[in-house]
């Protein structure tokens, strides 16, 4: 199903901008308490962000955006925090479907959607119908996802699929059921905040992704502080298990 080549499968190829970029939106709430607002308006502030990142990742060239939205484990949060995020989620596919299709980005909303009410399932499934065809820019939203669940569910699904294999699964056989087997693993990940964990994200799909952490809140994350990322990105040296020797000698201007 995915033609992409997988990091511990081959040897991803490596390019000055990277081809797909995931972030943990981290801050809202610490944002809006600075400011002596209810935590919720660093959520609509944040939103602000997702926008701008959208408009600098297609200017970029950047071909998969990535964004954690809400987690399997953010339902913990007061429940007023959690219906307004549910607003904003609605608000946000309401005001901004029609100008991701106008721009060529194709939506794709990823987790267990099934604990969302029926109406905005139905607008997920709609928007994603909507912009299908659009190849500029595949942005995903992460909602109701986690890391966890998503092996859990490949795999369920894997089994069904695949009784007979049963006891010999290989990565090939596990990762087209993943939720994300339409993109390439990500080559950056951002996290926003300070924080500097996973928070049960794309477990699986992070295992070679250059790790960036930076301080600036969700809602202050801006084209600069895109660009010092990807900066850092194109510093790295990747790897992917071989040794510095072996990558120059093989290809000695490949991340120039
Ligand atoms: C991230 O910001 C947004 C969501 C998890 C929905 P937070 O709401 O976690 O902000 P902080 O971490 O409390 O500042
Ligand atoms: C991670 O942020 C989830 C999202 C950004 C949607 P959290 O703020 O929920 O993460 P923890 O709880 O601090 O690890
Ligand atoms: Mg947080």
Redesign the pocket.
Known sequence: MSSFVSSTGGIPSVGDVPRHIAI???GN?RWAKKRFLPRVAGHTRGLETVRDMVKACLERGVAYLTL????S??WRRPEGEVSFLMQLFVKALQQEVKRLHANGVRLRVVGDLSRFDSSLQEMIAAAETQTAGNERLTLTI?ANYGGRWDILQAANRLALAEPAKQGTWSEDDLAPYLAMAYAPEPDLFIRT?G?Q?I?N?LLWQLAYSELHFTDILWPEFDRAALDAAIASYRRRERRFGRTSEQLQAAAPSSHA
């Open positions: 943990i939106m981290d709430g954690f939205a809400f987690s484990e953010n992460c905040g924080e964990r928070s994200f």
